[in-house]
């Protein structure tokens, strides 16, 4: 035992000291030369989506975010230079459309009569004074407002008398450009839902019109706005609404069935004409003209230039992608709040 520890322990003491000190040095002074990096290299490649021309049905429903508005007032206009001679109605008043409203004296224009004096020289004899009544009638159905006619007083041809407010509503809601070159034909009635309303029921009347352009400006320098287009229609008399109710306007301007199909996406232009990206034998897409028909906003009608099974990009090439809303919500925040528009 006493050779072990005078001998055998501290032998095996050094050489451990000995094996660190000299990994020690090695790892400060002489460390692995860098292996050599590979060179990288691509081994995949980048493939465009295509889809083939398929057939399939399309419905082409513009759908339109709008409000319920009350029917705008007629106007009254006076129908003679003269004086008011008698007032049958108040402000206030319902009435019906062509109701005696309100009358006017009107002084006749003197006629002068000529005769044979005694000597046979013409005598010319004035007229008596004359005059007639005009009356003014209610234009439409309603209650009238703003009426403040009063006996004796003087009107003019054409002077606003007061308004008739009808009873009547209207479903009213703008439409983008995009939306009216989907609507190549206007139907007569639309669908309308409202929320917490009545149950969806057919808008008569439907028109579409495009206001003035805006003469004011935002400040001084800037150009005048374009007019908005309106597409409203009126709401029948038996179904219950309310002026501000929302409401959801569904424009049916055509249908078509088993008909030459691709997505919207695949396509550059969305109306009358556009261009696809043919996929020729080599595998790549070229530019290639189409007509289009209807749309129902995700499928496009091909009339004319494709045949169905040819291969078209999916996606028209260096168009802007379209946000993920799931995987970037602040990406779509400025879409979100551009709806409506």
């Known amino acids: 035992m006493g050779v072990w520890r005078k001998w055998i322990f501290p032998i095996v003491?050094?050489?451990?000291?000995?094996?660190?000190?000299?990994?020690?040095?090695?790892?400060?002074?002489?460390?692995?030369?860098?292996?050599?990096?590979?060179?990288?290299?691509?081994?995949?490649?980048?493939?465009?989506?295509?889809?083939?021309?398929?057939?399939?049905?399309?419905?082409?429903?513009?759908?339109?975010?709008?409000?319920?508005?009350a029917d705008p007032a007629v106007a009254v206009k006076a129908t003679a230079n003269g004086t008011?001679?008698?007032?049958?109605?108040?402000?206030?008043?319902?009435?019906?459309?062509?109701?005696?409203?309100?009358?006017?004296?009107?002084?006749?224009?003197?006629?002068?009569?000529?005769?044979?004096?005694?000597?046979?020289?013409p005598l010319v004899a004035p007229a008596p004074p004359g005059h007639h009544f005009e009356q003014v009638l209610a234009p439409v159905a309603g209650v009238l407002t703003g009426f403040e006619?009063?006996?004796?007083?003087?009107?003019?041809?054409?002077?606003?008398?007061g308004r008739v407010a009808p009873p009547s509503f209207r479903v009213q809601a703008t439409l983008s450009p995009e939306q009216q070159y989907r609507l190549t034909q206007v139907?007569?009635?639309?669908?309308?839902?409202?929320?917490?309303?009545?149950?969806?029921?057919?808008?008569?009347?439907?028109?579409?019109?495009?206001a003035d352009a805006a003469a004011d400006t935002a400040g001084e320098g800037a150009a005048p706005t374009g007019g908005s287009t309106t597409a409203h229609c009126t709401v029948p008399g038996d179904v219950k609404v309310f002026a501000g109710l929302a409401a959801e306007l569904t424009i049916s301007a055509g249908s078509a069935d088993d008909v030459l199909v691709v997505p919207t996406t695949a396509v550059?232009?969305?109306?009358?004409?556009?261009?696809?990206?043919?996929?020729?034998?080599?595998?790549?897409?070229?530019?290639?003209?189409?007509?289009?028909?209807?749309?129902?906003?995700?499928?496009?009608?091909?009339?004319?230039?494709?045949a169905e099974g040819d291969q078209v990009l999916q996606f028209v090439p260096g168009a802007a992608a379209e946000p993920d809303c799931m995987v970037d919500p602040m990406a779509c925040e400025g879409v979100v709040m551009g709806l409506g528009e």
């Open 149 to 161: 006619v009063l006996p004796e007083q003087a009107v003019a041809v054409g002077q606003d008398s």
């Open 268 to 306: 550059e232009g969305g109306a009358e004409t556009g261009v696809v990206w043919l996929v020729g034998e080599d595998g790549e897409g070229a530019e290639h003209p189409v007509t289009l028909g209807l749309t129902d906003g995700e499928n496009v009608q091909i009339l004319d230039g494709l």
């Open 84 to 121: 008011v001679d008698e007032v049958f109605v108040k402000d206030g008043q319902p009435v019906n459309a062509g109701d005696v409203l309100f009358d006017i004296k009107v002084v006749d224009e003197p006629v002068e009569t000529t005769t044979a004096g005694p000597d046979g020289a």
């Open 13 to 69: 003491r050094m050489v451990l000291v000995a094996a660190i000190a000299v990994a020690l040095v090695k790892l400060a002074f002489f460390p692995d030369a860098p292996q050599a990096e590979a060179a990288l290299q691509p081994t995949g490649t980048i493939t465009e989506p295509q889809v083939p021309v398929a057939r399939a049905s399309v419905r082409n429903d513009v759908v339109l975010s709008g409000t319920v508005a």
């Open 187 to 210: 139907p007569a009635e639309a669908q309308v839902a409202i929320s917490g309303g009545p149950a969806p029921f057919a808008c008569t009347g439907l028109t579409i019109s495009v």
